[in-house]
């Protein structure tokens, strides 16, 4: 079946740095890809679409200069969280749509646990 | 942004129990969707929904998508202990790819 991989699993990093996590689709290529927040308890926010190479679409409220999304593969998509605050410490997950696949098609990510101190 | 109502938020049963819950909308979705999350992972999709008053099964799962469109329900009979874990609700709208999810019930079964 379809995998997304997600790396790294879990970082710690101290505010005022910058933290990148990857999003592979393992065995399939997407043309998009998705990335969620989940806080405790809560459920999963979408953030922004990232289609491969072109620019992401940001939701309303997430910053775009402060969540950089790359997308230069059809199997790899990044985030970026610049400058954390502890603010940010979340789960990170993304999602991966099989190219040409229908719009409910997407495998998840183990997901990418932050804390910033 | 927009959610869907899921309840309840919390389940704890007993191993055989059968479970439902159910997620309910203001708007219209196109496609209802559930998914399991064990901890510190990603949701797996479990069944998907594409047509109103379509009942599905999987297994012990059974879900159905609301005459309505506006609402979805998911059962689980003789639960076990790998029930264990958090369920969503997810939908999506006609000519939309955005997910939008449920709050997510958590589900503890007792052996």
């Known amino acids: 079946g379809a995998v997304v991989s997600q790396h790294p699993s879990w970082v710690i990093c101290k505010s005022g740095t910058s933290v990148k996590i990857e999003c592979r689709s393992l065995?399939?290529?997407?043309?998009?890809m998705f990335w969620y927040r989940q806080f405790p308890k809560q459920s999963l926010m979408l953030m922004a679409t990232s289609n491969e190479g072109s620019k992401a679409t940001y939701e309303q409220g997430v910053e775009k200069d402060k969540f950089l999304i790359n997308h230069a593969s059809l199997t790899l998509s990044t985030l970026t969280v610049t400058s954390a605050h502890p603010e940010d410490s979340s789960f990170y997950i993304c999602?991966?749509?099989?190219?040409?696949?229908?719009?409910?098609?997407?495998?998840f990510g183990p997901g990418t646990r932050l804390l910033v101190l | 942004g927009q959610q869907l109502n899921q309840s309840p938020q919390s389940m704890f049963i007993q191993e055989g129990e059968d479970v439902s819950m159910n997620c309910t909308s203001s708007?219209?979705?196109?496609?209802w969707l559930w998914y399991k999350q064990d901890p510190g992972e990603g949701p797996v999709l479990l069944i998907a929904?594409?047509?109103?008053?379509e009942l599905t099964s999987n297994g012990r799962l059974t879900a159905q998508f609301g005459i309505t469109r506006k609402d979805s329900f998911l059962n689980i009979s003789a639960s076990i202990p790998s029930d264990v874990g958090i369920y969503f609700c997810a939908a999506l709208k006609g000519g939309s790819e955005k997910l939008v999810f449920g709050k997510g019930m958590k589900l503890t079964v007792n052996p």
């Open positions: 708007s219209i979705f196109n496609t």
């Open positions: 929904l594409y047509k109103a008053g």
């Open positions: 065995d399939f290529q997407a043309t998009t």
């Open positions: 999602s991966a749509r099989l190219a040409g696949g229908p719009p409910e098609t997407q495998y």
